[in-house]
T-cell receptor, first 112, second 107 residues
């Protein structure tokens, strides 16, 4: 079992561009959550997807959107990138209403 | 969302027990207490969780106060590999992380 995988590992973009990050959940998991972690801070919840729909959302603007596919994989899209969007983006998967979330290694996004 | 308060940092020597405290005075009756840790350059990793009773697993023990307003994560014998940021989280249907406690372990 490969666990939670994320791609790409690192990404550099410029202000105003758009970015798509990808996540494959752990085998058997149907729920995917996305987090943003700024340097020196704890992860901040962005949103959660279940059955291809956004189920929960944190305090993030509409520039942040996502999608879940029938195979449970997920994408995080960020439009009109700002310098402040530079962070580690973490994906976590779980099954149903979880006791435990499994995190991927993250995608490091740098916005110049 | 209910909040937790943890010390910014703690230190321990290898093979000694470590007690990591967490205060959560606004906890509700349905909030589970979860602990995750994040090793350098990795995503967070689940450690343990509980509701009212003390819990033990292969990684750690969780001691929950009778009024549930505080809890303590116990690492029975710290190793160098336990050096990480430890997050105490009150979980309803999503995880709300604070800034955690950075644990340093010295040989």
């Amino acid at each position: 079992d490969a666990g939670v995988t994320q791609s790409p590992t690192h990404l550099i973009k410029t202000r105003g561009q758009q970015v798509t990050l990808r996540c494959s959940p752990k085998s058997g998991h149907d729920t995917v959550s996305w987090y943003q972690q700024a340097l020196g801070q704890g992860p901040q919840f962005i949103f959660q997807y279940y059955e291809e729909e956004e189920r929960q959302r944190g305090n993030f603007p509409d520039r942040f959107s996502g999608h879940q596919f029938p195979n449970y994989s997920s994408e995080l899209n960020v439009n009109a990138l700002l310098l402040g969007d530079s962070a580690l983006y973490l994906c976590a998967s779980s099954f149903g209403t979880p006791d435990e979330q499994f995190f991927g290694p993250g995608t490091r996004l740098t916005v110049l | 969302d209910a909040k937790t308060t943890q010390p910014n940092s703690m230190e321990s020597n290898e093979e000694e027990p470590v007690h990591l405290p967490c205060n959560h005075s606004t906890i509700s009756g349905t909030d589970y207490i979860h602990w995750y840790r994040q090793l350098p350059s990795q995503g967070p990793e689940y450690v343990i969780h509980g509701l009212t009773s003390n819990v033990n697993n292969r990684m750690a023990s969780l001691a929950i106060a009778e009024d549930r307003k505080s809890s303590t994560l116990i690492l029975h014998r710290a190793t160098l590999r336990d050096a990480a940021v430890y997050y105490c989280i009150l979980r309803t249907d999503k995880l709300i992380f604070g800034t955690g406690t950075r644990l340093q372990v010295f040989p």
